[in-house]
């Protein structure tokens, strides 16, 4: 598999088309994993620069912490060996560095950050929680 650095990963998005597959689910909104890795390797065939695995189409607010854990080790592993695949993180600052940290693990190669959900946050808030989440993980 292959890896990135921040500086190659942010070169590797910008080269072309990103794909962000819509997380499958079953009937009982269960995580569909067959169908999620059946429509990932299809997506791989068009050679996308990049694969935003669970929450490039909204659904990472309706999966659990666990669910996007199971979509992201999916995506790691059914994407063509040079796509890189960009884990979401978000939620509150402790949650947000426990989905990175389990994105490293999983073997993505980098982490989509989302701010926390705040109506109002200061830019010194914002910072630290992204220096936080940064500091956790040496995924781009």
Do not use: K, N
């Amino acid at each position: 598999m292959a890896t990135f650095t921040p500086p190659e990963l942010r070169s590797a998005l910008g080269t072309g088309l990103l794909s962000f597959p819509v997380t499958h689910a079953t009937p009982d909104l269960a995580f569909d994993e067959a169908a999620y890795r059946e429509h990932v390797a299809w997506q791989g065939s068009f050679r996308a620069s990049g694969l935003f695995a669970a929450g490039g189409t909204g659904e990472f607010f309706a999966l659990t912490p666990t669910e996007v854990s199971q979509v992201v080790r999916a995506a790691v592993a059914s994407v063509p060996d040079g796509t890189p695949v960009i884990a979401p993180a978000g939620y509150g600052t402790a949650q947000a560095v426990a989905m990175a940290r389990d994105a490293e693990a999983a073997g993505a190669h980098g982490v989509f950050l989302l701010p926390p959900y705040l109506t109002e946050m200061s830019q010194a808030g914002l910072v630290a929680h992204v220096r936080a989440v940064c500091a956790a993980t040496s995924l781009g």
